[in-house]
């Protein structure tokens, strides 16, 4: 005959005592007392809180957040509309046109090609972060800010004048 | 009746309701605060320096809510609920002695709205009519869980005053009187020299009778934590059974009346707590005060004292609070009935068996 209260395939089990309460337990004031010591502990302790305007808590240097469309080092838009971050997106989130760059546009876009508009609709990104492994240009990049919120669905589909690098930015 | 007399009480009557209004006040901001320091958090701290006018704002916040009144086929009582509520919330404070006496230019100054002799009487009469404004309530809010709520409240509010008044019986058999200022003046000091009488030796003892009658005070604790509903005993208000308890259907002031006038009743509560079993407005020293630095400062050090005392009473209902689970229902009963109310009997009876031999 197997015990059978003795198996454990965890090896984590632990045996449940039905025995009564003893004196002091029943008294329930000595429990009480030992939770109140507890809590008073914690009234003590060094708080969690982040007061969070002021002070903000530190992303991981490999958080992803909104999105950039970078430039070079001349303030020239370095997408080329190859749409190969439209088509790695697992979520569908982005869409772009192409046209092609005309004279005298040489300082605002640096290959021949360039995104007419580029959309990413965020609130279907899931932020994974494969349209920036997937860009052969090194054009977008996922920031450590955070999308805002908006009051309506058409705020969320951020166009070129939200995504792209900022000539003033510092650069990333 | 002289004119003196007349201003002297209205003067103390006024003071005595300003700052019950106060202190209840800043009990919910300090619930919220002493709630989120003992869950590690800071709780509110933006309205004001130190979250210090946040009371206001709820006070606004109350004001400019909706007064919605439900379909209910009474509309008087809905609204005498909370009113008779917070009345009898108020009125108990009228018999508790603050502080000793003030010379002022001769005059003697008793620091206490009303000294009547059966105060401890009048205290609890006040205090069961109190189930009254929680009973009309939640009955004319015509809902379920209202009447739910109400009939528990009132069913363990009257469970818990037999055992409350029982240890309290203990108290009066050593103090001898029933006025409060006289239960606090048997208090004197902290250290009585004469307290336990061998043959004609004195041993000293600590004259506080939560030192004289530690049993009494600790089921008289209980049983205040369950008169003025709060955590282990807040189930009439319980919000995962009874969504809001007895003041469910209620918005707007009524229902700040009722939030208001339960920390009004827990301040008053303290006070009695601090009044009967902590020595009131006595300290250790006071004597020497009294003698070497001057009567009103005495007086005044033990107003201080008597403050402290409530101010940590309120605080402990807050720490036990955030200790301590909710009962169920039946092992509250059970509690009052076949736990409290028997030792109740039984300290009552060493009590009387104690007095009888050290008095002959």
Not at chain 2, 144 to 172: C, D, N, P, T
Not at chain 2, 244 to 273: P, Q, V
Not at chain 2, 296 to 324: E, H, P, Q, S
Request: glycine share 8%; charged share 20%.
């Amino acid at each position: 005959m197997t015990d059978y209260k003795s198996i454990s395939l965890s090896g984590r089990k632990k045996d449940v005592s039905e025995r009564d309460m003893t004196f002091m337990e029943k008294l329930y004031l000595p429990a009480i007392m030992k939770g109140m010591g507890i809590t008073l502990r914690h009234f003590f302790r060094p708080k969690a809180t982040i007061q969070y305007p002021e002070q903000k808590r530190e992303f991981s240097p490999v958080f992803r957040g909104r999105h950039i469309l970078m430039r070079d080092e001349n303030g020239a838009e370095r997408c080329t509309a190859c749409g190969l971050c439209a088509l790695s997106c697992p979520a569908e989130a982005i869409t772009m046109t192409s046209a092609e760059r005309e004279k005298g546009e040489e300082n605002l876009y640096r290959e021949e090609k360039y995104a007419s508009t580029y959309e990413i609709n965020m609130l279907r990104c899931i932020f994974c972060g494969l349209c920036e492994e997937a860009c052969p240009k090194e054009a977008i990049f996922l920031t450590q800010d955070m999308a805002p919120a908006d009051y309506r669905r058409e705020g969320f589909i951020y166009g070129k004048e939200k995504l792209v690098m900022k000539i003033e930015d510092p650069k990333k | 009746m002289d004119i003196l007399f007349i201003l002297e009480k209205s003067v103390i009557i006024l003071v005595v309701f300003a700052i019950t209004m106060l202190i209840a006040l800043y009990s919910t901001f300090g619930e919220r605060v002493f709630a989120a320091y003992f869950q590690d958090r800071l709780g509110p701290n933006r309205a004001g320096p130190l979250g210090l006018l946040q009371p206001l704002a709820d006070g606004v916040k109350m004001f400019t809510k909706e007064d919605f009144i439900p379909d209910t086929p009474n509309k008087f009582l809905f609204i005498f609920g909370p009113f008779m509520f917070m009345t009898t919330a108020l009125i108990s404070s009228s018999v508790i002695p603050w502080g000793d006496k003030l010379v002022i230019m001769g005059r003697t100054i008793q620091l206490q709205a009303a000294d009547i002799n059966v105060a401890i009487l009048f205290v609890f009469g006040v205090v069961s009519i109190g189930v009254y404004g929680i009973m009309i309530g939640g009955w004319a809010s015509n809902n379920k869980f209202s009447l739910l709520g109400a009939v528990r409240a009132s069913s363990q509010m009257i469970s818990y005053e037999v055992a409350m008044g029982l240890s309290i019986i203990a108290v009066l058999m050593v103090s001898e009187t029933l006025s409060l200022r006289g239960i606090v003046e048997k208090q004197h000091g902290f250290i009585d020299w004469t307290a336990i009488k061998i043959g004609n030796t004195y041993l000293p003892w600590f004259s506080w009778y939560v030192f004289k009658q530690p049993l009494a005070f600790l089921i008289f604790l209980i049983c205040a934590f369950a008169e003025t509903n709060r955590t282990p005993f807040d189930l009439p208000e319980c919000e995962s059974e009874l969504v809001g308890g007895y003041h469910t259907e209620y918005s707007s002031m009524k229902l700040g009346f009722y939030l208001f006038a339960e920390y009004i009743n827990m301040f008053i509560s303290s006070a009695l707590i601090a009044l009967l079993f902590f020595g009131g407005f006595n300290y250790p020293g006071m004597d020497w005060v009294s003698n070497n630095i001057g009567v009103n400062a005495a007086t005044l050090l033990g107003v201080g004292a008597m403050f402290a005392k409530t101010l940590f009473g309120i605080f402990f209902y807050m720490w036990v609070r955030w200790t301590v689970a909710r009962f169920r229902y039946d092992q509250l009963m059970n509690l009052g009935w076949k736990i409290l109310i028997p030792l109740a009997i039984v300290n009552i009876v060493v009590t009387g068996a104690v007095v009888l031999f050290t008095t002959n």
